[in-house]
């Protein structure tokens, strides 16, 4: 299967590749031509063409204003993986500069690639460090983006797991004192220590 966009692929038209051949075919190719030669292109080399500007009728994967092609190929494909889910945020952040202000990943993924646009010229060899630079996300989007997720957790969630925690500890310490002297020995305590520990205030640690 052939695909054809613009030349000079920076964000979407790196991210968008990669996950064609990740996802879609393994074996596709990708042709990089000026924006006027593309409807050309599709017709002469039998290639899909995606991510022109405006939405122009001649593009079969045609994206919204503020979305990504790499959106719209998730959808068209039923790609529902969740990793792929979490770079495809990053996508849509890093292609709005505005975005990718307020998202510390998005922001280092524009930069990464506006950097690679201005050191590597020719777009066939930039695909290629585009794929290096997708597999890395995925590999964090897979692994380290669900931790970091959960340690964001809202401040409700956060206190309802102290609240928890902390009435748990106070029933943990409650217990030993209605123990009989007998059962303290089991467990290697004296009824005087079973007892002082169930008079600690549950906030204390």
Same mark, same amino acid.
């Given at each position: 299967?052939? =695909?054809?966009?613009?030349?000079? $692929? ?7 590749? =990669?996950? +064609? ?24 080399? /039998?290639? +899909? ?23 719209? +190929? ?7 993986? $969740? ?10 952040? &890093? ?8 998202? $510390? ?9 506006? /950097? ?5 010229? #020719? #777009?066939?060899?930039?695909?290629? *460090? ?9 590999? @964090?989007?897979?692994?380290? &983006? $669900? ?12 206190? /309802?797991?102290?609240?928890?925690? @902390?009435?748990?500890?106070? =029933? #943990?310490?409650?217990?030993? /004192? ?5 059962? *303290?020995?089991? +467990?290697?305590?004296? *009824? ?10 549950? @906030?204390?640690?």
């Amino acid at each position: 299967m052939r =695909w054809v966009t613009r030349q000079r $692929p920076k964000v979407d038209r790196l991210a968008s590749p =990669w996950l +064609i051949k990740r996802f879609v075919d393994p074996q596709a190719e990708f042709l990089f031509v000026p924006v006027q030669e593309m409807r050309q292109a599709a017709i002469r080399r /039998g290639a +899909i063409p995606f991510d022109l500007p405006d939405g122009r009728p001649e593009v079969e994967l045609v994206h919204p204003p503020g979305g990504t092609s790499f959106d719209v +190929i998730r959808a068209q494909f039923d790609i529902s993986d $969740p990793a792929v889910a979490r770079v495809a945020a990053l996508v849509r952040a &890093a292609g709005n500069d505005n975005l990718a202000r307020r998202n $510390p990943q998005a922001g280092g993924l524009r930069a990464i690639s506006l /950097g690679l646009a201005k050191s590597v010229k #020719d #777009d066939n060899e930039r695909l290629t *460090c585009g794929m290096v630079i997708y597999d890395a996300l995925y590999q @964090w989007a897979q692994k380290l &983006a $669900p931790e970091e997720e959960a340690a964001s957790l809202p401040l409700l969630s956060r206190a /309802g797991w102290a609240l928890s925690s @902390w009435v748990s500890r106070q =029933w #943990d310490r409650r217990g030993p /004192g209605d123990l009989s002297a007998h059962l *303290c020995r089991d +467990i290697g305590l004296t *009824c005087d220590e079973a007892q002082r520990g169930s008079e600690t205030p549950w @906030w204390r640690p």
